[in-house]
């Protein structure tokens, strides 16, 4: 019986007949849709009605895909209802999974979800999930909900897979189409139908893991360890800066060794590197493994927004001074604010009322931010002409382009407070103090 349906859905991709469905329209759903959209009737579903009606005027709210690509996704849809997946031979779940304030994973809209997905399931589907989880979520918790929800078997009545996202905003070159995909099955014959879906998309190779646990596990490993080489550059810098020397100017100077990974400084935030190893973190205790490297990692990125606080108050001393805080989203060139770091430090600083402070991000909602910071939050004309210390949290290339524009309004004596080290200081004409990470 399975070898029939998995023919069934063979002979629908190559005929071109398949029917796909992408929950959540975010930074990796909608792209995804879009790609599927160009070859195979595709339905991208999102409970947001005010998004779904921006995407039917071909229009990105996250400005990630542009009005060409929604023009060339010739088959695609847009609902906001589930029901909408009734016909539909595959499921893909593109949703987020965030965590809670004590960071332990938060599986709500996956959950959500994922009954949803139960109640309008049709026989032989296979649902696909990209969000990021803690291994053995898929096959422990997603496929009871499904069966509870669809009265349907799984490996029987449907099927199911995993091929984690690998989305980075903005990134104008390690786009899905552009990049190594991951895929999994709950068995071999499920593994290869994925395969052959992500491979009408897909330019670079597709790799068949395993395992779904495996995929998944390899998933948060993969943020887990750019977030450990992060947490020690920022000890490094830590180091370098009661050293008094630059940390830019160390890691440069190791990285002329042809084994060295070169790593930055910073504050580590959004909804990937910033939560990912808590997912690894989690499944690691609940097995009875106490991940101490892990943990120190998350612990040191976390204090971050402390330790560049109180560099700040320290050096720039005093009250009433006037600071213009440059960047507030979690990454350059982006206006995602999950777990933005460099938001929490202009908070940090909000709450002292001590300051005069403004801050400007050329990627924010200006009626938004104005409601959530009042008077804080600046459009580009309205920003002051001196400021005791402007801080650079995040370099947009909005931002660095008009660097000069931004440095001349720094008052003699003051502070640039370039947290990336993205600022030339040969190039400073002004007389000012500089500190970088």
Not at 130 to 144: L, Q
Not at 203 to 217: C, Q, Y
Not at 311 to 333: H, N, P, S, V, Y
Not at 334 to 341: A, H, Q, Y
Request: with cysteine; glycine share 4%; hydrophobic share 35%.
């Amino acid at each position: 019986m399975q070898k029939k349906i998995f023919d069934s859905i063979n002979k629908k991709i190559i005929s071109k007949k398949i029917a796909i469905s992408i929950i959540g329209m975010g930074y990796v759903g909608l792209p995804l849709a879009l790609l599927f959209g160009k070859k195979f009737k595709t339905i991208g579903i999102d409970i947001s009605k005010k998004k779904i009606e921006y995407l039917k005027r071909k229009k990105d709210y996250n400005n990630q895909c542009s009005y060409n690509e929604f023009k060339k996704s010739k088959y695609i849809q847009f609902s906001n209802k589930y029901k909408s997946i009734e016909t539909s031979d595959i499921v893909i779940v593109c949703l987020p999974t965030p965590v809670y304030n004590n960071n332990q994973p938060d599986l709500r809209i996956l959950e959500s979800a994922s009954k949803e997905i139960g109640r309008y399931l049709k026989y032989s589907a296979i649902v696909v999930y990209e969000s990021t989880v803690f291994p053995g979520t898929v096959e422990e918790i997603c496929s009871k909900i499904i069966e509870k929800y669809s009265k349907l078997i799984w490996k029987k009545d449907f099927y199911l897979g995993y091929s984690p996202e690998r989305v980075n905003p903005n990134d104008s070159i390690h786009k899905i189409q552009n990049i190594t995909k991951l895929v999994s099955g709950d068995s071999p014959l499920v593994a290869n139908i994925l395969k052959k879906i992500y491979q009408t998309i897909i330019l670079k190779k597709i790799v068949l893991v395993s395992d779904i646990k495996v995929a998944e596990t390899a998933k948060v490993l993969e943020n887990t360890q750019r977030d450990l080489n992060i947490a020690l550059m920022n000890e490094v810098a830590i180091i370098c800066n009661k050293l008094k020397i630059s940390t830019k100017d160390t890691i440069d100077a190791a990285a002329t060794k042809w084994n060295f990974s070169k790593f930055y400084p910073g504050l580590v935030g959004g909804h990937c590197i910033g939560v990912d190893p808590y997912y690894l973190k989690y499944k690691s205790i609940k097995i009875g493994v106490n991940p101490k490297i892990i943990s120190a990692g998350r612990d040191l990125n976390d204090s971050m927004v402390s330790y560049v606080f109180n560099i700040i108050k320290k050096k720039i001393g005093g009250k009433r001074k006037k600071l213009l805080f440059l960047g507030a989203t979690f990454k350059e060139d982006c206006n995602d604010m999950r777990n933005s770091k460099n938001l929490e430090v202009i908070k940090k600083f909000i709450k002292t009322k001590k300051y005069n402070i403004d801050f400007y991000d050329p990627f924010l909602q200006n009626n938004k931010y104005n409601r959530y910071f009042g008077k804080h939050f600046k459009k580009l004309k309205n920003l002051k002409k001196n400021y005791f210390a402007v801080i650079i949290l995040v370099p947009h290339t909005q931002i660095i382009r008009r660097q000069n524009f931004f440095l001349n309004k720094i008052n003699d004596g003051g502070y640039l407070f370039d947290l990336k080290s993205i600022i030339d200081k040969k190039k400073i004409k002004k007389e000012f103090n500089y500190w970088s990470l």
